[in-house]
């Protein structure tokens, strides 16, 4: 049924859910109209590019494999590049990230990156609490009045010269239920998105800085074409100039890999560069050949970017982004300060140091941090080895990366530790998360929900293929599985560990996930149903 056109212009979106203090600044009536306005004007679209997923999936489970677009053809080979990139962003060589809370958001913007990603995604336990308190905390960063001052006293504000702030929307598949439109629960991305343009946009315009966006999760061109789309409207709604809202696409997904000269041309008024988002790349690679026996991964600690098909996707996103006048952004290395032991903090740092190394000599303009302290870990590398603010002369045409470079099967084993430290992840991740808290240290390693999707996708992969084993030739099975979830799940409820209080339920949320017989497009969807 249509719905009438005067309900199509007025009829703000409605609250759902609990409220707090200062979330009526944020879901004004106005910002209600304009949720309203993105909903009905790009919800559809949306649905459908998610049943577009879904059937390519399903050839892929069939026996397909990804490969690059017959149709699109003339936009890889023709001569095109981005818009021109703004000042604000033309030295990127240090990105930190983190959640939207708070402190964190000062400490980030603080900490002598280049930029800062506000994370509603990866690193966002998607609380309805967490998402408008991160709205408050962001308004209050672009309007230069944060302040924070902790439980023992510590005062925390804005100085110096802060890093550039970009925002990272939930990606397409993550629903808000407690903002819906027409009865329908409305996109997470429309919401993050919404509510940050409608409150922001036009102070940043004003500035030498702009509302400025970081894609996440994107599997195709015609995805990258919706959120160009729904930036266009936005801008005219709030009487922006067009193109002023700036994208960096994540390239995290292996059917995305395949599409990247597409995906920036999708976005090419507004694309300032790609992402190598490894983590979230690694899983996307064990989901889509989840049904490939021959392509099975070993042990997350074996699957680093120097593994050949990591070193494929990661150069050829160079060489595209180079083509086009787009940045080439490098990605996160999960090691994160260790504390009081200097031995294994130094182990950690040179591994973080190492990663920059290749990705600074490969091409890449700049990189990722996931704590303030490697910053200047991070910058060390980048300003001995680029000079220059980026490196967008790089061409890489030594870069011959095949379709079967890109899907290459990866060599390794497993040992009885991965395979329980995959329990152990997966359970202690997913149990802070429904405690509301979406990144947290692990064995001294950054986890969020990409790199526990990996170790959820792992178990899954070497549970359901026939006789996969350790390296000491014992199988791999479910009683093992069970065995080990039980033992992680008393010593998390024991511990008073982040997400003590949710271990069994994180603990029979992973149990089913990984007994299903079909791998689950996202531990984050079920998750949802059971968030606080
Ligand atoms: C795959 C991906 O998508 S990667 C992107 C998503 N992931 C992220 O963004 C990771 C962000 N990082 C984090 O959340 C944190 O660093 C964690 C959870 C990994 C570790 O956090 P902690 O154990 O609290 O770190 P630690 O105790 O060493 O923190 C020291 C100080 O640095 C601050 N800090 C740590 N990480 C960050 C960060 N990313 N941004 C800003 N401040 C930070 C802490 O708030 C703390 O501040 P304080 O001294 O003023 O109290
Ligand atoms: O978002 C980043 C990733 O590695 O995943
Ligand atoms: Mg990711």
Redesign the pocket.
């Known amino acids: 049924m249509a719905v009438p056109k005067e309900r199509v212009v007025t009829q703000p979106a409605r609250i759902e859910g609990q409220t707090g203090p200062g979330h009526d600044r944020i879901l004004t009536p106005e910002a209600l109209v304009f949720l309203a306005g993105l909903h009905r004007r790009f919800d559809t679209r949306r649905l459908a590019l998610l049943a577009a997923r879904r059937e390519r999936q399903a050839r892929y489970d069939a026996g397909a494999l990804p490969d690059f677009r017959a149709d699109t053809a003339e936009i890889r080979s023709g001569k095109w590049t981005v818009a021109r990139i703004p000042a604000a962003l033309q030295d990127r060589r240090v990105e930190?990230?983190?959640?939207v809370e708070r402190?964190?958001i000062i400490?980030?913007l603080n900490?002598g990156a280049k930029v800062f990603m506000a994370?509603f995604e990866?690193?966002s336990a998607p609380t309805f609490a967490n998402q408008l308190d991160g709205q408050i905390n962001l308004r209050d960063a672009v309007n230069g009045n944060i302040e924070f001052t902790s439980p023992e006293g510590?005062q925390y504000r804005i100085s110096g010269n802060p890093a550039v702030l970009v925002v990272r929307p939930r990606g397409w598949h993550l629903p808000e239920r407690h903002i819906t439109v027409d009865g329908e629960p409305m996109a997470g991305a429309l919401v993050d998105f919404g509510l940050y343009a409608f409150h922001n946009a036009r102070t940043l315009q004003a500035r030498d800085r702009g509302p400025y966006f970081y894609l996440p999760k994107m599997e195709a061109m015609e995805e990258a074409a919706l959120w160009d789309d729904v930036m266009s409207a936005a801008e005219d709604e709030l009487g922006l100039p067009s193109g002023c809202m700036k994208a960096t696409v994540l390239i995290e997904t292996l059917p995305a890999v395949f599409q990247m000269h597409e995906i920036l041309h999708a976005l090419r008024n507004r694309a300032v560069g790609l992402n190598c988002?490894r983590?979230?790349y690694i899983f996307s690679y064990l989901k889509t050949l989840r049904g490939h026996r021959d392509r099975l991964l070993p042990e997350r600690g074996q699957v680093l970017m120097t593994v050949p098909f990591l070193k494929a996707y990661s150069e050829l996103l160079i060489q595209t982004c180079h083509r086009r006048g787009a940045f080439a952004m490098g990605g996160?290395a999960a090691q994160?300060?260790i504390k009081g032991d200097e031995v294994a903090n130094e182990a950690a740092m040179a591994k973080v140091r190492a990663d920059k190394l290749r990705e600074v000599q490969a091409g890449h303009d700049g990189t990722?941090v996931?704590?303030?302290a490697l910053v200047p870990v991070a910058q060390e590398i980048f300003d001995k080895y680029m000079p220059s603010p980026n490196q967008l002369n790089v061409e890489r045409a030594d870069v011959k990366v095949t379709r079967d470079q890109l899907i290459a099967p990866c060599s390794g084993s497993i040992s009885r530790a991965g395979f329980d430290n995959n329990v152990e992840v997966a359970l202690r991740y997913t149990a802070s998360w429904l405690d509301g808290q979406g990144?947290?240290?692990i064995h001294h390693l950054?986890e969020?929900a990409?790199?526990a999707e990996i170790a959820r996708a792992q178990l899954w992969q070497w549970l359901h293929h026939g006789s996969v084993e350790f390296t000491d030739h014992a199988p791999i099975n479910f009683a093992l599985f069970d065995h080990a979830l039980v033992t992680h799940t008393h010593r998390l409820r024991e511990s008073g560990l982040p997400g003590a209080a949710r271990a069994d339920e994180a603990a029979a949320l992973l149990a089913s996930l990984t007994h299903a017989d079909q791998l689950g497009d996202f531990l984050t969807l079920p998750a949802y149903d059971r968030l606080a």
């Open positions: 930190i990230t983190g959640p402190k964190m400490n980030a900490s994370d990866d690193s510590k988002g983590w979230d996160m994160i300060p990722w996931a704590h303030p990144c947290v240290p950054m969020d990409a790199t």
